[in-house]
């Protein structure tokens, strides 16, 4: 499959309910041959250190009990097997925002293997040719 | 059951949340062979589009959908 119009994401929000959803989101465009650049600032990144990915990130406020719960109760594949999968099926990327990364102090090395590189902002709409999703 | 088929593999994946059903097709044709015969059964709603929509992008052929009690089966063909 050649892939078509690239989906770019920007990724924002730490918490487990929203990376769920952009994970869910990336296998999807993925296998329907879509190329998917993820940039990923501020929360997101902090969740994608090497040493944080698997930890209970919580979720979104609007959440509430109810709903952390439903989302636990259902058996869900965790975020970060979902953007592995997504790698392996289609052209997928995830780039750490360099701003985000000065604000954290860390380094490539800190983050997860999912994490391809270190971009720019520039660089990330440099390579965004449609509508960026920002979540 | 099919008659004209024989099923190489049998995915149950009834209780998978989606895209669960979908990504495990998606396995089940990456191992198999061209011909192969693969069947999923999911309870998930959006494999009834989902399933369908990704095969017609991906040139693999949709055989049969079932609706059995509370879930879909679904009969796939690898093609290439």
Known sequence: MEPDNTVSLVLFSGTDDKLQAAAVLTVGAAVMGRKVNVFLQYWALDALRADRVMKDHGVSPEAGEDGFRAMHDQGKTHWSELFRQSKDLGEVRLFACADSMEMFHITKDDLDPLVDGVWGVASFFAEADGPVTFI | ?80
């Not at chain 2, 709603?45 to 879909?72: N, Q, R």
């Open chain 2, 1 to 80: 059951m099919t008659t004209a088929t024989q099923v190489a593999r049998s995915i149950d994946a009834r209780g998978m949340p989606c895209p669960g059903p979908l990504m495990s097709l998606i396995g089940a044709i990456r191992q198999g062979v061209v011909g192969d015969v693969i069947e999923v059964l999911s309870s998930d709603e959006g494999s009834k589009t989902d399933i369908p929509a990704w095969l017609k992008k991906s040139g693999h052929e949709l055989v049969e959908v079932t609706e059995e009690d509370g879930f879909a089966r679904f009969v796939v063909r690898k093609v290439r």
